[in-house]
Each structure stands twice: as structure tokens, then as C-alpha cells.
């Protein structure tokens, strides 16, 4: 990159949590401000998108909609490095829990005209549709993960995120087991770390917010979850939350129709 790099946030169909963790950063994003150029943040700045092209994008959102579906393939072709964030971005989020039934049933029974409701039948991750150069997980993201993607992109070198289960961050923190101490549902062993186990610190069981870590043995947590009592619809709704369509989610889910 020559000069300051040129930043923009773009925002699909999600709550804009993840966009307000990088607001959140305040005093970080203060230090980086002089290194970069915040070109198009519509959350942060009246700025409108000026059709000019982008040295990085952060998204947010799935794409569900016709006019997302589009829209993902310019901010791509605009974009010299594209990175996602959170859920919906990199696996489509609640919304896909729509994937798979009726969107139609969906809309008669929630909207007064659903005539005037435009979507497409399923909620889809980014990489779905586009290349995506790196992806960063949570709902919402952790600020401590997105500070350290900005400064590994403005320095050109690849990023240090964790890649080992929320279980890791739960014995660094000190807590104690929920699943074996009290038997309770906690997905802490197929999850991505990244939270600082937030939920097992509040003697709950973690809910895979930040979706699955590589080569989770998800079989095997379901065996475990069964042996504590849990039936097959308690474990298939475990997996079907913040990251419903990650793919082990989604397949372990399945296992348990």
C-alpha cells in the first residue's frame, strides 16, 4: 500500500453489533487514525460511498437479499483485501436459521403486508458469493482480535488469532468446568476461542458464538451431551444458534433430526 490505506465498512443484513465493537475501540482506533483512512463507515460518518475503490473492506452481514447478492460483487471487484466479520458474515448468522423451510410461511406469519417483503430463501455467508481474504468470528467480534486485523493488514503480515476451543480460554480464566462440574449443555470444546470464555465465567454453558474451531469433534461432544441427559432435540438446537449454517454446526444438527 502507498499512502494511507483507504478503510470501508459495509453492512448486509445483521444487527450491527460487530460495526459497533470497532466504535467500541475508541482510544486503539484513535492510534491507527493517522495510518489509515476511514473512506466510507456509514455507522460512523455521513460520508457517502464515493463509487472509488477500497485497500480493505470489513463486512458485515449475510447476504440475503437479491440486492446484497449484487451488491457483494462490487465491494469485491472495489476491494483490494476483503475481510468479514462475525457470524453473519462468516456463516450466515440467526438468519439462516431460515435456510431450509418455508421463507414464505415465515413472512405470512410476521408481516402485516408481506407484499412489500423482498428476500431470497436462504442466508448465506460472504464467501459464498465472493472471495474472502480473511475471516474474523464472534457475535460480535472481539475488539482485542479486531485491533490486532488492522494492525497485521496496515504492517502486511497475517494475522495472530487464536485458532484452539473456548475450553483453552476457560482453564487460562480459572473457571471451572459447567459440563462436568454441573452437567450443564456447553459447546466451549468445538467452539473458537476468542470471547475469554464470557459465558462459562458466569457459571453457563457456552452457546458457540464465535462458530467452530478448526477440526471440532463435534460426534463426539454430542456422545457427551447425551451421556449428561440432553435428548436429540435439545442437541440439535444447541448447534442451531449464532452459527446455525457453519458447516459442522449445520451437519451435526442434521445428525440429530
Not at 475501540?25 to 495510518?35: F, K, Q, T, Y
Not at 483485501?81 to 462475525?86: D, E, K, P
Amino acid at each position: 500500500m502507498t499512502g494511507r490505506p483507504r478503510l470501508a465498512v459495509w453492512k448486509f443484513s445483521s444487527c450491527d453489533g460487530c460495526q459497533l465493537s470497532l466504535l467500541d475501540c475508541e482510544d486503539e482506533v484513535l492510534a491507527v487514525a493517522n495510518a489509515i483512512e476511514i473512506a466510507y463507515f456509514p455507522e460512523a460518518t455521513r460520508r457517502d460511498d464515493d463509487g472509488g475503490n477500497y485497500d480493505i473492506s470489513f463486512v458485515e452481514g449475510s447476504v440475503t437479499t437479491p440486492h446484497e447478492a449484487e451488491a457483494i460483487k462490487d465491494i469485491r471487484a472495489r476491494s483490494t483485501t476483503l475481510i468479514t466479520i462475525g457470524a453473519c458474515a462468516t456463516s450466515g448468522g440467526i438468519q439462516a436459521l431460515k435456510n431450509g423451510a418455508s421463507t414464505k410461511d415465515f413472512i405470512d406469519a410476521v408481516y402485516a403486508h408481506p407484499e412489500f417483503i423482498t428476500t431470497l430463501d436462504t442466508a448465506t455467508p460472504i464467501s459464498d458469493h465472493v472471495k474472502v481474504d480473511f475471516e474474523l468470528r464472534g457475535c460480535p467480534i472481539s475488539k482485542t482480535h479486531l485491533i490486532e486485523l488492522i494492525a497485521a493488514t496496515l504492517a502486511g503480515r497475517a494475522p495472530q488469532t487464536p485458532a484452539h476451543a473456548t475450553c483453552i480460554e476457560c482453564k487460562m480464566a480459572g473457571h471451572v468446568c459447567v459440563m462436568v462440574a454441573e452437567g450443564k449443555p456447553c459447546l466451549g470444546p468445538v467452539t473458537h476461542a476468542g470471547c475469554g470464555a464470557l459465558c462459562p465465567g458466569y457459571a453457563r454453558g457456552c452457546y458457540g458464538c464465535f462458530g467452530p474451531k478448526e477440526t471440532p469433534n463435534t460426534a463426539s461432544l454430542s456422545a457427551r451431551l447425551a451421556e449428561n441427559g440432553a435428548d436429540r432435540r435439545q442437541i440439535k438446537r444447541l448447534y442451531a444458534t449464532f452459527n446455525t449454517n457453519a458447516p459442522a454446526f449445520r451437519e451435526e444438527a442434521k445428525a440429530h433430526d
